[in-house]
């Protein structure tokens, strides 16, 4: 009689509402289109219940979620210097602004079978004395043993003493995924039942879509129970300064499945990308609230894991015995890193009445302003012609030094000249032409001399002394040739004759 009486009750309080399945948007009513991302049928219905019913939370009778705050002077805020917690995998502390913040809830997107599994496993068995939570909703504790004996191998060679006098880690020789426990449940709040045990350092969660609420009617991966979830995590990361990795899986489109929404609600997301027929993988920041979010990691997946890649200007540059046309070198940085990179351009007549113009791993938008600077300016006739522009590694970027580098391939392949060998480039260039100079060059022509070029073309401007602060660069320092250039036209009188 009473349970059915609470059932009864249960049923009073269900609401229903229909939610985007793309974006997240919540609607009273079903809608045949969004009027948030614009996408067609992407309504579904979701009950969702109101969450104070008596179901328990992480620690939801704490005072501090009564606790009322008052208004402080920012001079009074008091601010302990960030706790960081350094990995034993740099790339990754790297991408993360420096290493794991305290408290930080961090999501990892990615398409299935990427290897974001592998990633966090690995980073859960690698974590020097520290105690990791592995929850899985994936796969059972003995796929995941075994998945960790491949991965032990890697584990063994990346454990490094890590020097940082402020780092958590003080036992950097370990025996291997001792303190790393794994639980397979779904439930958040058998989740939160295990983490007050067990009072880990770090916890995983692989994946947020299949999490549970008992607080929502509706199914795992839905709307709302990835954002109730996501919430409820959220709450834990920042009352137990527990730092919190979700693992994302996003979809065809690029969103992270479903809910954009979650996005706004965590710390930092990083996305990890890459051709899964290669072995390259890119994790890239995309958002960071401790960090750039320009930062970028390079991994190459073994078959016992994957290996942080520390020179990723030699995997981006590809093997040739003679120099082709239309293949250039620019030296780029992505983040805080220096990296050189090859373009490679292919300009051939048009056979249909509008010619093709494609980038790959290039604003395409730019590229049609680059190649209009050429013909208006240089005089070069591309206008009935097909462009193809690609940046090898299958990464993209957006630095504007790689602009005269471009416009170099295209030119090289236009007029079926190569350039010499060991020759890289670093400028963006304007609209009429000029050569116009890029920051921290001096890092640019340091990565380009380390890996054995012979001369460098960079802006004039780059030489004369900018802001009061920026000292005069010495090139007597270099042992490259560092050639200045004011605009597209020396380049070209140069490299062309
Ligand atoms: P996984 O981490 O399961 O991907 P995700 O969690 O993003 O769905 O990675 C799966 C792929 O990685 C699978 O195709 C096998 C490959 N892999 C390796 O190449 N080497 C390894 O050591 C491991 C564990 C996986
Ligand atoms: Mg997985």
Redesign the pocket.
């Known amino acids: 009689m009473q349970t059915r009486l609470s059932v009864h009750q249960k049923v009073a309080k269900t609401k229903i509402a229909y939610f985007c399945q793309s974006c997240g948007f919540e609607s009273p009513k079903w809608l045949g289109k969004c009027p948030s991302c614009g996408q067609w049928n992407t309504f579904a219905e979701e009950i969702i219940e109101k969450a104070n019913t008596a179901i328990p939370d992480w620690k939801s009778n704490s005072t501090s979620m009564q606790r009322a705050n008052k208004p402080v002077q920012v001079s009074e805020i008091s601010f302990d210097e960030e706790q960081r917690i350094l990995t034993p995998d740099k790339e990754f502390n790297r991408v993360l602004g420096g290493g794991i913040v305290a408290g930080s809830l961090v999501l990892i997107g ?10 966090m496993l690995q980073l859960a068995l690698n974590m020097p004395g520290m105690k990791v939570l592995y929850v899985s909703g994936e796969e059972s504790d003995k796929q995941i043993r075994m ?1 960790a004996e ?2 032990s191998q890697v584990a063994i060679d990346n454990l490094q003493p890590v020097e940082d006098p402020r780092s958590e880690i003080r036992n950097p020789r370990f025996e291997i995924g001792k303190e790393c426990y794994i639980l397979t449940e779904t439930s958040t709040q058998n989740i939160f039942k295990q983490i007050e045990q067990l009072e880990p350092d770090l916890v995983v969660i ?1 994946s947020i879509q299949t999490l549970y609420s008992a607080h929502i009617e509706s199914t795992p991966g839905s709307v709302s129970q990835v954002r109730e979830c996501t919430a409820e995590m959220l709450r834990f990361a920042k009352e137990s300064s527990t730092p919190v990795f979700l ?1 994302g ?1 996003i979809t065809k489109d690029g969103m992270i499945a479903g809910p954009k929404i979650l996005e706004h609600m965590v710390d930092t997301v990083l996305q ?1 990308e890459g051709d ?1 027929h290669h072995v390259y993988r890119i994790l890239r920041a995309v958002k960071n609230r401790f960090g750039s979010a320009s930062e970028l990691g390079i991994y190459e ?5 994957l290996r942080e890649v520390s020179n990723p200007s030699e995997i981006l540059l590809s093997q040739r015995d003679e120099p082709l046309s239309g293949i250039t070198i620019s030296a780029t940085l992505e983040g805080m890193r220096p990296m050189l990179i090859e373009t490679q351009a292919l300009v051939s007549t048009s056979p249909y009445g509008t010619p093709q113009r494609t980038a790959t791993g290039f604003d395409t938008k730019r590229m049609n302003m680059l190649l209009a600077v050429l013909e208006k300016r240089c005089g070069f006739h591309l206008g009935g012609k097909d462009v193809f522009l690609n940046i090898t590694g299958g990464i993209s970027v957006e630095d504007p030094a790689i602009d005269l580098g471009l416009a170099t391939a295209v030119i090289s392949s236009h007029e079926d000249i190569p350039i010499p060998f060991k020759t890289c480039f670093a400028g963006e260039i304007g609209l009429s032409g000029e050569v116009r100079a890029v920051n921290r060059i001096e890092q640019r022509i340091a990565e380009a001399q380390k890996l054995g070029f012979e001369q460098i073309f960079i802006s004039k401007y780059n030489l004369e002394s900018g802001g009061k602060n920026q000292k005069r660069i010495d090139l007597s320092r270099y042992q490259i040739a560092v050639r200045t250039v004011s605009s597209i036209e020396e380049v070209f009188s140069a490299l062309f004759g």
């Open positions: 990615g398409e299935p079978g990427i290897g974001k599994s592998t990633l998945r491949r991965l692989d693992i899986h990890f899964r997946m073994l078959g016992d894991g």
